[in-house]
């Protein structure tokens, strides 16, 4: 790797707006949107955990989703909460690489975890006899190995692309976290290579996934049309349709950041869309399972009934 120039120690993080007057309402509802996502990821990782009958390859990459997001909602929410109350949001260079790093890992580990949800849905609808061998518990360990591999692979391809960089003397961040794209804008060197390494990481990172998607829906859309019952059509689109949201949720958001020329799409929209799946998606994702899913809303009765009656 180049080296870089050490005369740049730390960045500074520009936050959401400049606007001193939406600050304090702006903190309040992220802090909000943040104690929800922490609470509802946290409730469905312990409803899990204490009941059995949800002890399935389903809920295993739930479990898993649960945790990811948790855990990239707080590598990024806190440190843009500062930027509300505090005159600089002041991050050291290690800091801000490590936080690329673990939104990297945390960002693709979805995508592909996500994926693996997909899978598990076209073997319980598409072949539901063979479900119990396909789906197997050495399975789904391979699957959910497959996701932080290729999480940690990412992760570590752009962060080393970033850290390959000359910083110069400008060291202000136009975003509220240490991102891909702001951080490429700061270089004081050439950028194509690396913003065709980030557009292949990138497309690799989100275009795996969603071709896995679109083949797994396919296939389960092909097979809900061959049931004649009116019931069970309905009953195989509900099993589906909670991580359908999810997909088009989190994919929708990251593409329309990443996979855009900066040219055509400005830095400043992109933080919109940045907030979208760092902040928003976490908190929804939880809702989403919980509202729309009968066995989760058992198990937090059951759940509920056992800590009454104790």
């Known amino acids: ?23 304090i309402p702006l903190f309040s509802l992220f802090l909000g949107f943040y104690l ?15 009941n059995s009958h949800l002890h399935t390859p389903m809920y295993f990459f739930l479990f898993n989703l649960s945790i990811i997001d948790l855990s990239y909602s707080t590598t990024i929410t806190p440190k843009m909460l500062l930027s509300f109350i505090s005159k600089k949001n002041i991050i050291f260079y290690a800091g801000c690489m490590a936080q690329l790093f673990f939104f990297c890992f945390f960002v693709i580990s979805e995508s592909f975890i996500l994926s693996a949800m997909a899978y598990d849905r076209y073997v319980a609808i598409c072949i539901p006899l063979m479900y119990t061998v396909t789906m197997s ?17 990412g992760a570590m391809a752009h962060t080393g692309n970033i850290m390959s960089l000359t910083f110069c003397s400008d060291n202000l961040v136009n975003h509220f976290m240490c991102d891909i794209l702001p951080l490429l804008e700061l270089s004081c060197n050439s950028t194509d290579a690396n913003e065709l390494v980030v557009f292949v990481v990138v497309a690799i990172g989100i275009g795996i996934p969603i071709v896995t998607i679109f083949i797994s829906y396919a296939l389960i859309v092909s097979s809900i049309l061959h049931i004649h019952s009116t019931e069970g059509r309905s009953k195989a689109f509900s ?58 809303k058992i198990a937090l009765k059951k759940t509920l009934g056992r800590k009454i009656l104790s």
């Open 239 to 296: 099993t589906c349709m909670s991580h359908v949201i999810v997909v088009s949720l989190f994919f929708g958001s990251g593409a329309f950041m990443y996979l855009k020329p900066p040219s055509i799409f400005p830095l400043d929209q992109g933080k919109v869309s940045s907030l979208f799946y760092t902040i928003v998606v976490p908190m929804l994702n939880p809702l989403i399972y919980s509202l729309r899913n009968k066995d989760v």
């Open 1 to 23: 790797m180049a080296a870089r120039n050490y005369s740049v120690t730390e960045f500074i993080l520009a936050g959401l707006t400049d606007q001193p007057g939406l600050w």
């Open 36 to 50: 929800i996502t922490v609470l509802g990821n946290l409730s469905l990782i312990i409803l899990i955990v204490l």
């Open 137 to 153: 518990p050495e399975v789904c360990l391979y699957l959910l190995l497959g996701v932080y591999t290729m999480g940690f692979s």
